[in-house]
């Protein structure tokens, strides 16, 4: 199937190196082998293979290869000063893509810098808009499937439920035994799958390090680092409290989503509130790889409690207020204040199941899968 930054990868290998990041599994590789098609004589290289790993060191690869794909480069030693040579010295015309599951800003080794040599993009998992775009499926359709699947590929795309759940079960334990190793020992593994198991019972609420710290007889700051390779991996992203002063919204308790919303655990109103802080996030990601927009997704929390899930900002500034809710369409209290507030921003309350589309005030009750589908990607 076709992925939604096709036309924006294409369009920069025209002028830089390209680097796609994303979670394993979220379709980098088979996305990388759809471009190849349209680049004579494209090569695709691999550091995890033996052989690729020596073309790779020796930089042996043809130089009448229109298009050659680097995957896991990041995990040679030096890497940045070897695409700095490899960019600078190959043929004139021909593109580079460099792609991994990792975060390649993660990786700290000495380096020449590449600045200025490369476009940085970011491949999400499905979307309601993406899903709809591809097949022209309902948005409600395109909804449910993500919350029963999650949108990552293959599970979504699975015949049957039982499928999807032996995909995600075997994913989970090799990202822990296989890729975090490459951050954390070997003796820490057994803590950081505890903790990614709380970590999924907790999507949507404040998270508390300490506490958590205690029940697992570890140190808040060995969690914040276990915290730090989640994200690095692209298992979890942090929703941080929004505030006019960003020292203050730093020290304040973040929320944490997982980009696969199937791994949202059981409840159904934490799982619905994953897959929009997800699709709110591609969206923000899309406009800011593709557009250059400094968009930044966060939640509205005030001293006395009140919670609003969402506001998308640009340069810090609201864009835009959202609210979740699986079937209530009573008005959120704080979300219709917060509209009042600020009145240069949207405020949306996204009900599931929603009967009926209406405007109260400044705050717009709207069907989530319908609006969600309306998102940039």
Not at 114 to 119: E, T
Not at 226 to 245: G, H, K, M, Q
Request: aromatic fraction near 10%; charge should be positive; include cysteine.
């Amino acid at each position: 199937m076709q992925r939604y930054l096709d036309a924006a990868i294409a369009a920069d290998l025209g002028r830089k190196m390209v680097f796609l990041t994303g979670p394993r599994q979220v379709g980098k590789t088979t996305l990388a082998r759809a471009l190849m098609a349209s680049w004579p004589r494209a090569q695709y290289l691999n550091w995890d293979v033996p052989n690729d790993r020596r073309i790779l060191l020796d930089q042996a690869w043809s130089p009448r290869a229109g298009l050659v794909v680097l995957d896991e480069i990041h995990k040679m030693r030096d890497w940045k000063t070897y695409l700095k040579g490899a960019y600078d010295g190959r043929p004139p015309g021909q593109a580079l893509l460099v792609t991994g599951s990792a975060r390649l800003d993660t990786f700290r080794q000495a380096g020449a810098s590449l600045a200025g040599r490369y476009f940085a993009l970011r491949l999400h998992p499905l979307s309601v808009r993406e899903w709809c775009d591809e097949t022209g499926a309902t948005p409600d359709h395109a909804l449910e499937r993500i919350l029963a699947r999650g949108g990552f590929p293959e599970p979504f795309l699975a015949e049957a439920p039982a499928e999807a759940e032996r995909w995600r079960r075997q994913y989970l334990d090799d990202l822990i035994r296989e890729d975090i190793l490459e951050f954390s020992r070997v003796h820490e593994l057994r803590a950081m799958r505890h903790f990614v198991a709380l970590l999924r019972e907790r999507v949507g609420a404040p998270l508390s390090l300490a506490s958590i710290a205690r029940d697992l007889q570890v140190s808040p700051t060995t969690l914040a680092r276990y915290l730090d390779i989640l994200e690095a991996l692209y298992v979890v992203f942090v929703v941080r409290p929004y505030s006019r002063n960003v020292a203050r919204a730093l020290l304040k308790e973040p929320k944490v989503y997982f980009f696969d919303t199937a791994l949202a655990g059981a409840n159904e109103g934490a799982r619905f509130e994953n897959a929009c802080a997800a699709m709110l996030l591609k969206h923000a990601h899309y406009l800011q790889d593709v557009a250059g927009r400094p968009l930044s997704l966060h939640y509205v929390r005030d001293k006395d409690g009140r919670e609003v899930d969402f506001v998308l900002c640009e340069a810090e500034r609201p864009l835009g207020f959202a609210e979740c809710k699986l079937a209530d369409a009573g008005l959120s209290p704080y979300l219709a204040a917060l509209a009042e507030s600020f009145p240069e921003a949207g405020a949306v309350q996204l009900v599931r199941d929603l009967r009926q589309p209406e405007q109260r005030g400044r705050v717009a009750i709207e069907p989530a899968a319908r609006w969600l589908a309306a998102l940039a990607a």
